[in-house]
């Protein structure tokens, strides 16, 4: 399911140290990059699509999408990302209401991510963050984009810096996600974990697997 007033936004912005540095996302699974994976996964279900990223843009492939750089400086980190994406979410005409973020190193992502974590909002929440095998994914949420200033005073004023901190000042709600086969946040750090998610998309093409929920 699409929704048009959500804003998807991939955060790419990372030293990657655990990977000896570099693009992780740009390391191949299945004969894909991750980043593939990711936008293959993500695009169906909101209105845009873009990619959190810094430095020079010359090292991606081609990929479509438009890129928007942290709008603080020092590598703040993944809040800062989320920042980012709010604040081009906030200026685009039609305005957004949400974005949705995720990381690029992700590349079994529900493919129903977005409905499952806007279904879960109250009005009293203004963040659903995902969750799976009792472990909360604090980057994998759903914000309304009006918190764009008040998370930018929350990072240059307050110092806040763990997403964690700032979706609990937002009241944000957990939704858990099972478990089927393999952990859908499952995330790629080192090489063992690459060799496990080439191992594990052999399989779901040797199945003749699509892309489904949970997966």
Known sequence: MTFPSIAGVILAGGLSRRMGGGDKFLKTVGGKSLLTHVIQRITPQVGILALNLNGDLGRLNNEGLPVIADTLPNHCGPLAGILAGMEWAASLSPP???????????PFLPTDLSARLFTSLEP??????????EKIHAVVGLWRVNLAKSLRHAMTVDGIRKVTDW?????????SFPVIRRDPFFNINTPADLLYAEQETGVDIHRGQKVRSGS
């Open 96 to 106: 957004m209401n949400f974005i949705l973020t995720v990381p690029s190193d992700t």
């Open 167 to 175: 979706a609990e000042r937002c009241h944000s709600v957990i939704v």
């Open 124 to 133: 009293q929440n203004s963040v659903a963050i995902a969750a799976s095998n």
